[in-house]
């Protein structure tokens, strides 16, 4: 039976992006690792899936 899951090419994962409030942008591969910098950086920043 077919799938009926929106009819669109599912999207692929390739990291995350942490956006810290002094405008610097910095790329990570896995969730824990952009959320680990978030916290060093003092826990400000904003993590964005980044998606292909």
């Given at each position: 039976?077919?799938?009926?899951c ?12 942490l956006?810290?409030p002094?405008?610097?942008i910095?790329?990570?591969?896995t ?7 978030n916290?060093r950086?003092g826990g400000?920043?904003?993590i ?5």
């Open positions: 039976m077919p799938c009926n929106g009819g669109g090419v599912p999207q692929t994962i390739v990291g995350y992006q956006n810290l002094d405008g610097t910095r790329h990570y591969v969730y824990q690792e952009a959320e680990a910098a916290q950086a400000t920043g904003t964005t899936l980044l998606t292909q």
